[in-house]
């Protein structure tokens, strides 16, 4: 059903999975949705609600709004709500209607206010955004990466050019240094079997260390996979220290940035 989604939107619905569980809700909801946007595209969130104290306050009153139950298994598959399943069907409408060929993030949003009755389109319009506003900005915003850019390939498949572009902003903030990519070694929770990052956790006895037990990582823009036997393509990438950027996105989009910054 996530095939069109783009991989931002996949990760909101991925987040609002957890945002559930973690309150032990039986169905994803349209406030876990929510949540899971305004962690996974802070670009999209800033342009629509420029002050950060009003994100703050919307998760505040997601949490005071919902009765903690007890968590839920992050692995049981939980099921959207009818009001959820509405949402997702109106973000692929707007993107057909922006004659988009995927969806993304901008059109979970314009669908989660196009069902006026839920909470996470109250607590919205509550700050202001209508969905005839969040309609102007996300099309002023689509107009101005298309001016400034055509069609993009990136090994040798057209990408989502206005996806890339909307990306920018932020990457260019880090450093990228060319690094071969190695295998991570990582902690591994024994009771669940969840990977940690951080491995100066390593004598807390309720974790055990695997080393190389993160053998992939992929691009942050096209998502091509960086791992240690994929052959010299795959072997090395640019890096800010926690994310990657193939040699291709890099050279691409960020290099040109880079110089022209001098
Ligand atoms: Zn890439």
Known sequence: MFERYTEKARR???FARYEASQFGSPYIETEHLLLGLLREDKALIHRCLPS???VESIRNQIEAHTTIREKTSTSVDLPLSNECKRVLS?????????????????????????EPRTFAAQLLNSQGLSLDTAREIVSKWQKTTEASHEIVKIHGEECDAGYVQAQLPELQKFAWRKRQ????????????????????????????LVVGGWPREFCSLCYWELNADGGSEHASGYTNGREWLCT?????????LDKARG
């Open 12 to 14: 909101v619905i991925f």
């Open 52 to 54: 950060q104290a009003t």
């Open 90 to 114: 109106y973000a692929a409408e707007e993107a057909e209607r922006l004659s988009h060929k995927h969806i993304g993030t901008e059109h979970l949003l314009l669908g989660l206010l196009r």
């Open 181 to 208: 990519w190695k295998p991570l070694d990582i902690l591994v929770e024994i009771s669940s079997g969840r990977t940690f990052f951080d491995i100066t956790l390593m004598d807390d006895l309720g974790f055990k």
């Open 248 to 256: 291709e996105c890099y050279e691409k989009f960020l290099e040109p």
